[in-house]
């Protein structure tokens, strides 16, 4: 069975991708900053240093590596941080590829947000352009390095949609709020949230691998609606929906640039992957949220 390096997989999506690859059968090695636990290879992309053992036996890397964008506000040093963690590392990583010597294939996170935001009337497909905000600049610059790989090698980019995981990131922050009976749109509600499920992520990724695709896709399963997005939650978590709407201008107060994540609004389409025969499980955020929010 083929051993799967994931660069970045102690993080959220990295955890889940793990335990889903070691299920189908393969081996699974982690690229970490901390070597933390068994099958966990250390390296430190700033000192430029990489643990060289098992490298040889490595045939797909999985790039999943980044500082958290959702995390801190976009200060100028954060913003460096979060080009950095992205585009320094994956072409450290390339310029180590001598170690990886039967390496077959690659995949390399991106951002459904590469195509900018707008008012999600244009339903974005992979061959439209970047956008000329700051997270269209870090992704168009992250792909590049990630296209390093794809020169020689067969490798998929996946432009990947918010994840819904019971783990963290967006349905996590989501949830403080609607626990405590607190559940309202943000701003209008009417901006739309490309979304994808983490098993449904996990399953594109395999599917990458198992058949060899080449290329850039959107991962995502659907975009609907801050508003119905909140629903969906508040419904699974049996708590109200009826609280004013949060007002923008606090939001930009209190997130900043970075208020865009969750204002703006972006539509994108997911014919491409689905023409290579990917079928989504779960499509409907209703049914998602319910599934995520029973699992535990
Ligand atoms: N979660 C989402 O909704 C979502 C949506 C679209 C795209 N993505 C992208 O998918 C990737 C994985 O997402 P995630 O949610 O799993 O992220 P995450 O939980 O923040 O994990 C990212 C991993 O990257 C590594 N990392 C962070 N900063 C680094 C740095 N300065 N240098 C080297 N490595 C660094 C960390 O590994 P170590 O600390 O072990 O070194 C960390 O575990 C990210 O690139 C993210 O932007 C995520």
């Not at 790039?63 to 950095?84: F, H, T």
């Not at 039967?102 to 195509?115: H, K, M, Q, R």
């Not at 990917?278 to 029973?294: C, D, M, P, W």
Request: contains cysteine; hydrophobic residues 40%; glycine residues 8%.
């Amino acid at each position: 069975m083929k051993t799967v390096l994931i660069a970045g997989g102690s993080g959220m999506i990295g955890q889940t991708l793990s335990k889903f690859l070691k299920n189908k059968g393969f081996n699974v090695l982690i690229l970490s900053r901390s070597k933390k636990k068994a099958g966990y290879l250390y390296w430190n992309p700033i000192s430029k240093n990489i643990e060289g053992k098992h490298l040889d036996k490595i045939n797909v890397i999985v790039n999943l590596l980044g500082e958290n964008i959702g995390e801190k506000k976009w200060s100028n040093k954060r913003k460096k941080e979060i080009i950095d963690s992205r585009v320094n590392t994956t072409r450290f990583l390339f310029n180590t590829r001598i170690n990886f010597s039967n390496l077959e294939y690659y995949v390399g996170a991106s951002g459904i947000n590469c195509y900018g935001f707008d008012d999600g009337i244009i339903k974005h497909s992979e061959e439209d352009d970047y956008g000329v905000d700051f997270l269209s600049e870090v992704i168009k610059s992250w792909e590049e390095s990630s296209r390093l790989f794809l020169e020689n090698l067969p490798g998929s980019i996946l432009r990947i949609a918010s994840v819904l995981d019971n783990n963290g990131g967006v349905l996590t922050k989501m949830k403080r709020p609607v626990s405590l009976g607190l559940g309202s749109p943000l701003g209008s509600g009417k901006q739309l949230m490309p979304w994808i499920h983490v098993e449904d992520l996990c399953e594109i990724i395999v599917h990458c691998i198992e058949n060899k695709l080449h290329g850039t896709f959107n991962a995502v399963a659907a975009c609907d609606s801050n508003r119905d997005v909140m629903r969906a939650l508040a419904k699974a978590m049996h708590r109200p929906f009826f609280m004013p709407m949060v007002p923008v201008q606090l939001l930009k107060w209190l997130y900043g640039e970075m208020s865009v994540l969750i204002l703006g609004s972006m539509n994108a389409s997911n014919e491409k992957i689905k023409a290579t025969g990917f079928n989504f499980r779960y499509s409907n955020i209703e049914e998602a949220v319910k599934q995520l929010l029973s699992k535990k």
